[in-house]
């Protein structure tokens, strides 16, 4: 079982940048693809972007396109993402999470294995 650590979270200003990232608890990481998700108070968990095992294949929300970056260091067990031009809607508790399937989704329910979260706040 993976476990997920997630980092970088903080308090900046719209316009302004962070960089999360995602340590697992294990050298396999490359054996899974993974997803970034975020959660804003009293909404339900939204899909952010997903990146294949290799890295070849990344994926993300409309409302983040060309906003925000997904990569992955396998040889550190780390996943990143790079947020860009942050805006107060961004605000929200995101996410990492792991599956090992073929594919890569964008559910939430297909992810096994999840992080704690850590908080992003974008002040206007």
């Known amino acids: 079982q993976v476990q997920l650590v997630e980092s970088g979270g903080g308090l900046v200003q719209a316009g302004g940048s962070l960089r999360l990232s995602c340590a697992a608890s294990?050298?396999?990481?490359?054996?899974?693809?993974m997803g970034w998700f975020r959660q804003a108070p009293g909404k339900e968990r939204t899909f952010v972007s997903a990146?294949?095992?290799?890295?070849?294949?990344?994926y993300y929300a409309d409302s983040v396109k060309g906003r925000f970056t997904i990569s992955r260091d396998n040889a550190k067990s780390t996943v990143y993402l790079q947020m860009n031009s942050l805006k107060p809607e961004d605000t929200a508790v995101y996410y990492c999470?792991?599956?090992?399937?073929?594919?890569?989704?964008?559910?939430?329910?297909?992810?096994?294995?999840w992080g704690q979260g850590t908080q992003v706040t974008v002040s206007s």
């Open positions: 999470a792991a599956d090992s399937s073929y594919y890569v989704y964008q559910s939430d329910r297909e992810y096994d294995y």
């Open positions: 294990e050298r396999t990481l490359y054996t899974y693809n």
């Open positions: 990146i294949s095992k290799s890295g070849g294949r990344t």
